[in-house]
């Protein structure tokens, strides 16, 4: 299939807005059978799931305005992360708004051809725009609006529609969800956790889960004592390069020796996810005893240490089955926590 044409609005009624964001599963995931759009309500909102050619949407609407459809923009997002989390599968979804095309004069519905036929089963006389099946946009409802769909590789499509909606609401339902899309560093690590299904290799799966939780840590300075000690190993090796002309290689050298050195003035990133994650653990009982994942962090990091400088590791089975299992667990209760849940 090159391309496909679709319906892309109501085209009907008083001005509103409907906030659309198309997502992807990522392969071995699968949702429910959908041969029509299903429905629910929630407060103040209707929520719409639909299954195109390729593609899957949800819509959330309507809205009285684009600004208020704009509120929803971001918890739409929320939402897909937290279905991630919720069904540990990769969903992938476009990460900026695009504009919906509208004409500054509808056109009339041809004679013949697709879109005449398509028109006349909708009973429009004209179309007023169109948008990409794949972008995320603000639709104007109101308006008479074509969505086209470009071809790709297909992906495999089982979770219940019901339980999809269902998940969709209980996110909805969270006191500050948009905090969620809010905070970049936590919003990354669900993104990259949301990628590693899309791995097809076990290798690259432990690479990109470490690197999710490695995506939440802050910046921490090493302790006075070892700054101190840094300090003085650095004004050494200053002194050791002006020794030499600044135009000679062994001045360029050690000044890069230096600029690397200057880096040790952060915590290494294994130190630091070991106590990151065991603050969280000591909050969260649920996640398992706290020292116990700090070991078994600190081996799945060494192995990811070696399949990126060796390419190979013999010891990935182990810290794989641990990481699936950890990582969404330790990112679904941040999630719960930034969006104002304090208890599953």
Known sequence: MLFAISRGSDGSGAERYVVYVPFTLAPGASLGTLERPA????????????????LYAISLGPFGSPE??????GKARACLLWLSLK????VSYPKALSEVTLLDQPIPRPETGPIAELASNWEWSATDGQYD????????DHKRLMRWEMGHVSV????????FLTSIHQALSFPSLERVIEDEKLKLAIEIYAAYRFELSENAQL?????ALEALLLDTDIPTHSSAALLRGKEAIGVA?????KDSPEWRDMNYLLSRVGNLQ??????????YTSSIASRYPELGDAQDNAEKLQVAYNVRSTLLHEGRSNDINQSLGFLRVFVPRLLEVLYREVAGVTQP
């Open 39 to 54: 429905v629910s309500s929630g407060p103040g909102y209707q929520l719409t799931l639909e299954k195109m050619q390729y």
């Open 68 to 73: 208020e459809a704009s509120s929803y923009v």
């Open 87 to 90: 069904f540990n599968c990769g």
């Open 133 to 140: 099946a794949d972008k995320a946009v603000i639709r104007p």
């Open 156 to 163: 495999t499509v089982g979770i219940s529609i019901d339980n």
């Open 207 to 211: 690479i990109t889960l470490v690197t």
């Open 241 to 245: 390069r002006d020794a030499h002309s």
């Open 266 to 275: 952060r915590e290494a990133i294994g130190g630091s996810l070991r106590k």
